[in-house]
């Protein structure tokens, strides 16, 4: 039997053990621990990746998208529209800059639906929040036209979609930015909580900036009130090593994608998600290959049976479930659907190929049974 784990976590180290050693003896023996070159550096080279003017290192993902609320003059009274299929993160940064979380369906590819946004919005609607969820890209092009209908905001949480594009357009460059997570089971993945905000707009750039740093700006004077969500430079100097052969981690997800969709596409009990190269209006990046299964929780049994790692995202809670934090829980028919048969498969980049048979076999096997 072979050993499929969901996510290889020694992997991240030992792939790259003597850069990081490295990495870590240089920092040390310049005493560089906050706010130094390798953090500017970094931000500099995620900027240029993003394909944005500016980004900012911020503490972790979740940091990111509430300080980037406030950026963004969301607050109280205020309703932002989110798609239920996210991590809770999502709605708790909505929630405590003072707004309410509105969740709204998702269609076929598991993105935030714009007819669903639509139907949600009210004269307190302030901000839709896409989430460019698994690697993919919603499809901006219906949320802007949404926005500008309205006069909204469009604030992306981008946690799991760095290089991710829609009609050639990356995350972060579409309204008031994207906000990035560096968790390390992210496709660019730190050795700890660490995040990120990439924009086009200025105004955006220079709160984001002083809000993580207690207030203050490059004078050392505190002009506003602010936090400390300052990404360390330790993972600063990591996540750059990393960013510069990050275009070949994509590549690879894209490649175990289409040997997944070449191995499983033809089974009717599986919905795939959208095939790499399907539709040229999207570049995915894979950062989680999420079916629909008939028989879910048997089929998530036989591989755990067989030594393959899966995971139901979320831990099965699509946000509007939660009605413990004030969420009706009905309501958003394909995404309740979709949660009582989705399932992600290994999709890392410390998968073989052998791997990857191994897992598309025993799928075939089951659904052939």
């Not at 981008?158 to 496709?187: E, H, R």
């Not at 400390?228 to 981690?249: C, G, M, P, T, V």
């Not at 999420?290 to 755990?304: N, P, S």
């Amino acid at each position: 039997m072979r050993n499929v784990p969901f996510f290889n976590y020694p992997h991240l180290f030992k792939s790259h053990e003597e850069d990081f050693v490295r990495i870590f003896k240089d920092i040390g023996n310049r005493g560089a621990y906050i706010l130094q070159k390798d953090l500017r550096d970094f931000e500099e080279n995620l900027a240029k990746f993003a394909g944005t003017k500016y980004a900012v290192g911020l503490a972790n993902g979740t940091d990111a998208i509430w300080i980037a609320l406030m950026a963004a003059g969301i607050g109280q009274g205020d309703e932002v529209i989110f798609a239920s299929h996210t991590y809770i993160a999502t709605a708790a940064s909505i929630h405590f800059v003072g707004a309410k979380p509105i969740a709204a369906d998702c269609r076929e590819d598991h993105m935030l639906d714009p007819k669903s946004v639509r139907k949600l919005i009210t004269s307190k609607t302030r901000a839709i929040l896409p989430t460019q969820v698994n690697g993919r890209c919603c499809d901006m092009d219906e949320i802007m036209k949404i926005a500008r209908e309205f006069d909204l905001v469009v604030l992306e949480d981008a946690a799991q979609g760095l290089g991710a594009k829609f009609k050639g357009n990356g995350v972060g460059t579409f309204d008031k930015g994207g906000t990035i997570s560096f968790y390390p089971a992210k496709n660019l993945g730190s050795f700890g909580d660490a995040g990120g905000f990439v924009t086009n707009d200025k105004d955006m750039y220079e709160k984001v900036m002083l809000y993580r740093d207690h207030g203050r700006n490059d004078d050392g004077v505190f002009v506003m009130w602010g936090f400390n969500s300052r990404l360390d430079n330790l993972q600063a100097a990591i996540l750059d090593f990393k960013l510069s052969f990050y275009s070949s981690e994509i590549d690879r997800r894209r490649e175990i994608a289409q040997m997944y969709q070449d191995r499983l596409g033809h089974l009717p009990q599986l919905h795939l998600p959208p095939a790499p190269n399907s539709n040229p209006d999207y570049f995915d990046v894979y950062q989680n290959y999420e079916v629909e299964a008939e028989r879910r929780d048997e089929l998530k049994q036989y591989l755990k049976d067989n030594g393959v790692g899966t995971l139901i995202q979320w831990s099965g809670q699509p946000v509007h479930s939660i009605t413990s934090l004030g969420f009706s829980g009905t309501g958003l028919p394909y995404t309740e659907r979709m949660f009582e048969r989705c399932l992600m498969i290994p999709m890392n980049t410390a998968l073989t190929n052998e791997d990857v048979a191994y897992v598309s076999d025993l799928i075939i096997k089951f659904y052939s049974k």
